[in-house]
């Protein structure tokens, strides 16, 4: 079965990158950030290392919009309890590398 990690061109995506909020620690919680070309879409997913990311998601399941609410999105969820994890640096970086890849 094709998985939208592993094989988003199966989907008519390119991913544009990812931002993992976990410990590392033998668990991921991902937000991850594709691209049909012209929209964006963005989804997350957690669990430990049994599962495989986003084994159940699939293109309908994402999230779309525009780069400022992707961007909003991503700041909201690094401030709840992620900021362990990931900073607010790290989530600006992510977002000026997204939009560069928007460009190509």
Known sequence: MSNVY???EKFGLRTLGELDFSSGSYEFDLSVVWTDGTALFW??????????????????DLSTG????????????????????????????????????MAK
Request: proline content about 5%.
């Open 43 to 60: 989804a997350d997913d957690a669990g430990c290392s049994c599962p495989s990311p986003f084994e159940s998601v699939g293109r309908d």
């Open 6 to 8: 592993y094989d988003p």
């Open 66 to 101: 525009s780069i400022d609410a992707l961007r909003r999105y991503l700041h909201e969820r690094q401030q709840e309890q992620y900021t362990q994890y990931v900073k607010h640096d790290e989530v600006v970086d992510f977002i000026a590398r997204v939009r560069k890849e």
